[in-house]
């Protein structure tokens, strides 16, 4: 089962703070996340492997509700850096992605 | 040190011709995947393996697609016939494994563009 994603798409200023979901209706036992930049490959951002773990990885972090089964992407003071498509994903029967959030960080 | 590598980065087909496009892992990495990505959607899973082993092959859209890693560390993704719908990129990702058959971090390849006409 595919994980939802939300929202879909964001448009911020440099500096801002966004914040995106991925939420499942099945047992999460681990979530990834990676970016994608427009014509790139997936680039892993960090996973978490525990329920209530917390990552953080220079101004981007997450949180993993196990109990609520879903993580959050936190982005602080956002660069232009941050522009691409930021996917989650969890291993299920085998690894499934959500369907992307469109993150644009304008000057 | 080299990353995952994927070749050809593009290749173009007739309807009804035969592909091959091939992954080259992260050294030692003992869990390989493939995915299928269209415009504007998230990587789809298509097969995984562990060493050389396909361990799961349900993401496999049809019986034209076929993968196989022989010796444990290059993969080659063969598609039949090609049909139109085939048209996407095709990512290779390459991972170690963990305890419990948990999915550590994938690095992925820069992925082959197939376009069928």
């Known amino acids: 089962q595919q994980p939802v994603q939300s929202p879909q798409a964001v448009i911020l200023r440099e500096g801002e703070d966004a914040v995106i979901n991925c939420s499942s209706s099945?047992?999460?036992?681990?979530v990834h996340w990676y970016r994608q930049k427009h014509g790139e490959a997936p680039v892993f951002l960090m996973i978490?492997?525990?329920?209530?773990e917390q990552k953080g990885h220079d101004k981007i972090s997450a949180s993993f509700n196990e109990k609520k089964q879903q993580s959050s992407l936190y982005l602080t003071a956002s660069q232009l850096s941050y522009s691409g498509t930021y996917f989650c994903?969890?291993?299920?029967?085998?690894?499934?992605f959500g369907p992307g959030t469109r993150l644009s960080v304008l000057p | 040190g080299a990353g995952v590598s994927q070749s050809p980065r593009y290749k173009v087909a007739k309807r009804g011709q035969d592909v091959a496009l091939r992954c080259d892992p992260i050294?030692?990495?003992?869990?390989l995947f493939w995915y299928q990505q269209a415009l504007g959607q998230g990587p789809e899973f298509l097969t995984y393996?562990?060493?050389?082993?396909?361990?799961?092959k349900s993401g496999l859209p049809s019986d034209r697609f076929f993968a196989e890693r022989p010796e444990g560390s290059v993969s080659t993704l063969k598609i039949q016939r090609t049909q139109q719908e085939d048209s996407a990129v095709y990512l290779c990702?390459?991972?170690?494994?963990?305890?419990?058959?948990?999915?550590?971090?994938?690095?992925f390849g820069p992925g082959t563009r197939l376009t069928v006409t």
């Open positions: 978490l492997l525990k329920g209530g």
């Open positions: 994903g969890t291993k299920d029967q085998n690894f499934v």
């Open positions: 990702a390459s991972s170690q494994i963990g305890p419990e058959d948990r999915v550590y971090e994938q690095y």
């Open positions: 393996f562990q060493n050389e082993a396909q361990l799961d």
């Open positions: 050294s030692g990495h003992v869990s």
């Open positions: 099945k047992a999460l036992y681990s």
